[in-house]
């Protein structure tokens, strides 16, 4: 089946830079995207949403980017810190779905 | 407010034995959901719970199974455990059921090894 997936498995990137992180689907149904930040030993916890009738929203450093020509979307964290390190991760909502899909995630190192 | 909580946090089990997870959501929320978390599959969806019933259930086979109580804590259940099963067993509840409401709050997972 359609499912979310990532182009980066791991991001290196210098404290201070600006990280941005890739997500494909494929689901032209999807109308709901959520990114998920989940640091070692703990649970994904949630960063930011976006709808389909949205191509862009922000957040307190974050900015989320939807390309739906391509099924794209994007993580956008500016002024990237090492408390940022983490795996980040991308989910999906299909309208009228209860349940989120989520990619594999990516891996983001934050070097001091 | 408190989180969502799982217990227990560790556990080392055999093939062949049974296992039983516990999660209590946070106060309010009558969503509970379970995902499990391999380094090779990633997130996994099991199952949700709302209001005791039910209402999702992921490809996984009839050897996991769940509950949700009345207060809407919920478990879930793996029986004749396999190597494969290991894993970080996720809760996750949510306000709502999840849908398009925003956010799935996760608890710090239960982390199952299975010798």
């Known amino acids: 089946g359609e499912s979310v997936g990532l182009h980066l498995p791991t991001l290196s990137v210098q404290e201070g830079d600006n990280s941005i992180i890739n997500c494909a689907y494929s689901?032209?149904?999807?109308?709901?995207f959520i990114w998920y930040k989940q640091e070692s030993g703990k649970g994904p916890q949630f960063i930011i949403d976006?709808?389909?009738?949205?191509d862009k929203r922000q957040g307190q450093r974050v900015t989320v980017l939807l390309n739906k020509t391509v099924k794209h979307l994007s993580l956008q964290i500016a002024a990237t810190q090492p408390g940022d390190s983490a795996v980040y991760f991308c989910a999906e909502n299909i309208g009228g779905s209860y349940i989120p899909t989520f990619g594999r995630g990516t891996s983001l190192i934050v070097h001091p | 407010k408190a989180g969502v909580t799982q217990t227990p946090r560790y556990l080392i089990k055999t093939r062949g034995q049974q296992v039983t997870l516990s999660c209590s959501p946070i106060?309010?929320?009558?969503?509970v959901s379970w995902y499990q978390q391999t380094p090779g599959q990633g997130l996994q969806f099991l199952f949700e719970?709302?209001?005791?019933?039910?209402?999702n259930k992921g490809n996984f086979p009839g050897r996991f199974s769940g509950r949700q109580f009345s207060n809407s804590r919920s478990e879930m259940n793996v029986s004749t455990l396999e190597l494969g099963d290991s894993a970080l067993y996720l809760c996750a509840s949510s306000l709502e059921s999840g849908v398009n409401t925003g956010e799935l709050f996760f608890g710090e997972g239960s982390r199952l090894t299975v010798l």
């Open positions: 976006i709808r389909s009738n949205m």
């Open positions: 719970y709302f209001s005791e019933t039910q209402r």
């Open positions: 689901n032209s149904a999807s109308d709901y």
């Open positions: 106060s309010g929320h009558r969503s």
